[in-house]
């Protein structure tokens, strides 16, 4: 009786390491499955820079002469106010 009981118990024991290092290698198993699962990065696409069209400077015309022109023209106004202030003394 005694002998099988240690029998019995050596058989555990045994069963006991193999189920241990079955459940090891399980755990690690699903270890490397997990690492293996990293999500993976999505690739950022990249935006299209959209080109700015440039604008056409538009050449902005003389205006001297008619500058001038007003400036004659008030100077003109001007004699005649002081040749009629003249007259008028």
Do not use: C, S
Request: proline share 0%; glycine share 0%; net charge positive.
């Amino acid at each position: 009786m005694n002998k099988d009981v240690n029998l019995i118990k050596k058989i555990m024991k045994k069963n006991m390491k193999k189920n241990m290092k079955n459940m090891k290698d399980m755990k690690n198993i699903k270890n490397i499955k997990k690492k293996k699962k990293k999500k993976k990065k999505k690739k950022k696409k990249k935006k299209k820079k959209k080109k700015k069209k440039k604008k056409k400077k538009k050449k902005k015309k003389k205006k001297k002469k008619k500058k001038k022109k007003r400036r004659k023209e008030e100077e003109k106004e001007e004699k005649k106010k002081k040749k009629k202030n003249k007259n008028n003394d």
